[in-house]
C-alpha cells in the first residue's frame, strides 16, 4: 500500500472477539470496526433497519452499502492444558469485517455478455 492511500474496507478486520460466542461481543464488535473504518479515513454511515438480523449490520460507506459481519474469522492460537500436558493449537476467533451488498447490483454473466 502506498503511503496515503486508504485500506479497502473489505481489508478491515476487528478482532475483538474469543473462540466462543460466550467470550465474544458482537455489538462491541461492530462498534470496533467502524471505530477502525474512521481511523483508516472511511466515513461511515449506520442503517438502522428493522430487519437487522444479530450476524450482521448494514451501514453506508462514502455511497457504498455494507453489511458489518460477525463470526468466526480470524486464526489464532489456544492453549490447551487438559492432558496435563501444555500444547497450542491453531483455532478459529471471532471477529467483525464487511462485505460488500450487492443486492442493489446487477452483475452480468460472462456468458451473457457475449451474446
Same mark, same amino acid.
Given at each position: 500500500?502506498?503511503?496515503?492511500?486508504?485500506? #479497502?474496507?473489505?481489508?478491515?478486520? =476487528?478482532?475483538?472477539? +474469543?473462540?466462543?460466542?460466550?467470550?465474544? #461481543?458482537?455489538?462491541?464488535?461492530?462498534?470496533?470496526?467502524?471505530? $477502525?473504518?474512521?481511523?483508516? +479515513?472511511?466515513?461511515?454511515?449506520?442503517?438502522?433497519?428493522?430487519?437487522? @438480523?444479530?450476524?450482521?449490520? &448494514?451501514?453506508?460507506?462514502?455511497?457504498?452499502?455494507?453489511?458489518?459481519?460477525? @463470526?468466526?474469522?480470524?486464526?489464532?492460537? $489456544?492453549? #490447551?492444558? !487438559?492432558? +496435563?500436558?501444555?500444547?497450542?493449537?491453531?483455532? $478459529? !476467533?471471532? =471477529?467483525?469485517?464487511?462485505? &460488500? #451488498? $450487492? !443486492?442493489?447490483?446487477?452483475?452480468?454473466?460472462?456468458?451473457?455478455?457475449?451474446?
Amino acid at each position: 500500500m502506498l503511503s496515503g492511500e486508504r485500506a #479497502d474496507p473489505v481489508q478491515i478486520i =476487528a478482532r475483538v472477539g +474469543g473462540v466462543t460466542e460466550e467470550l465474544s #461481543d458482537r455489538d462491541r464488535a461492530f462498534e470496533v470496526w467502524i471505530y $477502525l473504518a474512521n481511523k483508516a +479515513g472511511w466515513d461511515v454511515t449506520e442503517i438502522f433497519e428493522e430487519s437487522c @438480523g444479530e450476524e450482521s449490520k &448494514p451501514i453506508l460507506i462514502e455511497g457504498v452499502r455494507y453489511q458489518i459481519r460477525y @463470526g468466526l474469522r480470524v486464526r489464532s492460537m $489456544l492453549a #490447551d492444558d !487438559s492432558t +496435563g500436558h501444555l500444547t497450542h493449537r491453531p483455532v $478459529l !476467533s471471532y =471477529a467483525a469485517w464487511v462485505e &460488500p #451488498d $450487492l !443486492s442493489m447490483y446487477e452483475l452480468e454473466h460472462p456468458a451473457q455478455a457475449e451474446s
